[in-house]
């Protein structure tokens, strides 16, 4: 028989495991928006107990990826559009102050992780990986704000960036899928000016960088969002 201690690591496991595959189909779309989360039809999924699913569901609540209603019953969080202006500014605000911040503290160990991860973007860009894109393009600038050395902000735009997620989905969508060179190219002129340490370049750069994404994202709701999302992942 499994003693008190087994049994709580075999129960985290199942929860890390349910919590990792519930948050990549939410971020995805692959479960949409308002989808129901039984717990029930989720323990038979998963062939295991309530109590990890449970857990599990708890996290993504704290995460901001699921909502419980006053019935009790879980849902994927909606996406809220009315408050994508607010959210836009402190994105850009963070795209600014933490390649700015960069362009200040040239580091050549952090650049190598900076470089790797625009890497792993430019590759998804080629296999029109779009789960990958998001992932990759999170890393990049969560090491890019690591280089500018302010731990708080390096906090502040990883969550941004998380919350974003399923919002650079829609982004990529736009393009299905076929995301153009000059995104990469971007990445590639922001690297450049924080190892020359031109700050006001960087700065730029960050303004433009957040400024198209927040244009296409705007024409795309106000073009497309009276119609049915239909989102699939490479």
Do not use: W
Not at 60 to 70: E, F, I, N, S
Not at 115 to 137: C, G, L, S, T
Not at 182 to 190: F, K, L, R
Not at 221 to 226: E, F, W
Request: charged share 30%.
């Amino acid at each position: 028989m499994r003693n008190d201690a087994e049994n709580v690591r075999v129960r985290g496991s199942g929860t890390q495991s349910v919590y990792v595959t519930l948050r990549q189909e939410i971020l995805s779309m692959a479960l949409e928006p308002g989808s129901p989360l039984d717990e029930v039809r989720l323990s038979e999924r998963f062939r295991m107990s309530r109590t990890p699913i449970r857990e599990a569901l708890l996290r993504l609540a704290a995460d901001g990826l699921v909502t419980t209603l006053p019935n009790r019953n879980t849902i994927v969080a909606t996406i809220d559009f009315a408050s994508l202006p607010t959210y836009f500014e402190a994105l850009t605000l963070m795209y600014r102050v933490t390649t700015r911040g960069a362009a200040q503290r040239r580091n050549g160990d952090i650049m190598k992780t900076v470089r790797r991860h625009q890497k792993d973007f430019a590759d998804a860009v080629a296999a029109r990986d779009a789960y990958a894109m998001i992932e990759a393009n999170r890393e990049f600038h969560v090491a890019i704000a690591e280089l500018a050395g302010n731990s708080y902000y390096t906090a502040f735009f990883a969550r941004l960036l998380d919350e974003g997620r399923r919002i650079l989905r829609l982004y990529y969508s736009t393009f299905d899928d076929r995301l153009p060179r000059q995104y990469v190219d971007e990445h590639e002129e922001i690297i450049a000016a924080i190892e020359a340490g031109d700050v006001e370049r960087a700065d730029r750069l960050a303004i433009a960088h957040a400024g198209q994404i927040v244009r296409q994202i705007q024409e795309y709701i106000a073009r497309d969002l009276d119609r049915p999302v239909a989102i699939s992942m490479s």
